[in-house]
């Protein structure tokens, strides 16, 4: 988790620059006609309640009455801008949401007790190392892309689009348990296809609202194709039959070698 957080910081001030907003806001739509009419006599307004109170003065001495001008201004008070707050929140929620099958995948990929390089893979399988800047930069894509939909005006497309969005999102999630913790190889392949399948509509309604938010995605959309090819090849290499797979043949013999040797250490 500590890693990812590493990359979650390099990426996000790569994406975001000084100001996280910026990404949000660089590509918004440009106001209507009539918000920059309302906006300019807004501005006015305030302007013209700032104009300094004419006030009369007796002179102590010459008892003669003179004018002065005070001006009114009010003081801003520093604080963080919500839009700010918001954009952090969202996509550190779906980096840290991300982790939490980061146990499941160390402890099957962490030698020498892990059995996921024990099993027949892929000549094209690639290194466990790449697996945490890749997905730490794709869930802070997801999460920018969700802000600036969030930021588009209330629409029927905007809701389901964000509906569709969160069950593709705990789909994504569970996935990590699936095939890691519990070794149900089938099990995670067909995951996979529902999370394709609902990420295609995601696309389709994020480009008629926010195009960058959907440019956003494609690459998450590529890797997922890549991992559900490589999800179909381990099923291909490893059957399951009866509900049983070479997966959970060596997580199974992995636990008992612990057993083991913790019994002999303690018999020692």
């Given amino acids: 988790m500590l890693a990812s957080l590493r990359y979650l910081t390099i990426v996000t001030i790569l994406l975001l620059g000084n100001n996280p907003a910026s990404v949000v806001e660089s590509f918004a739509p440009p106001p209507h006609p009539t918000a920059t009419i309302l906006s300019s006599s807004s501005s006015s307004s305030s302007t013209s309640q ?73 000549s094209w399988t690639p290194p466990d190392r790449i697996f945490a800047p890749v997905w730490t930069t794709l869930y802070t894509c997801m999460g920018i892309a969700v802000t600036r939909i969030l930021n588009v005006s209330s629409t029927t497309n905007k809701t389901a689009a964000l509906s569709i969005w969160a069950c593709h999102y705990i789909l994504n999630i569970l996935w990590a348990p699936v095939f890691f913790g519990m070794q149900r190889l089938r099990l995670g392949l067909i995951i996979n296809g529902f999370l394709i399948a609902t990420l295609l509509a995601v696309l389709k309604l994020f480009a008629t609202m926010d195009i960058t938010a959907t ?40 636990r008992l070698q612990m057993q083991a040797a913790k019994y002999a250490d303690g018999g020692q």
């Avoid at 005070?70 to 839009?83: C, I, V």
Wanted: proline share 7%.
């Fill in 50 to 122: 700032q104009v300094g109170r004419r006030t009369a003065r007796i002179h102590p001495q010459k008892g003669i009455a003179t004018s002065t001008t005070t001006k009114t201004t009010t003081a801003l008070q520093s604080s963080p801008s919500p839009s700010n707050v918001v954009t952090w929140s969202i996509i550190l929620g779906h980096v840290i949401g991300g982790t939490l099958g980061t146990p499941f995948v160390l402890k099957a990929t962490k030698k020498p007790n892990g059995w996921y390089r024990q099993i027949n893979l892929p």
């Fill in 215 to 254: 440019y956003l995605l494609l690459p998450y959309l590529v890797w997922l194709l890549f991992a559900t090819v490589l999800n179909y090849d381990i099923c291909q290499k490893n059957p399951t039959v009866k509900g049983y797979n070479d997966a959970k043949f060596q997580a199974a013999l992995k």
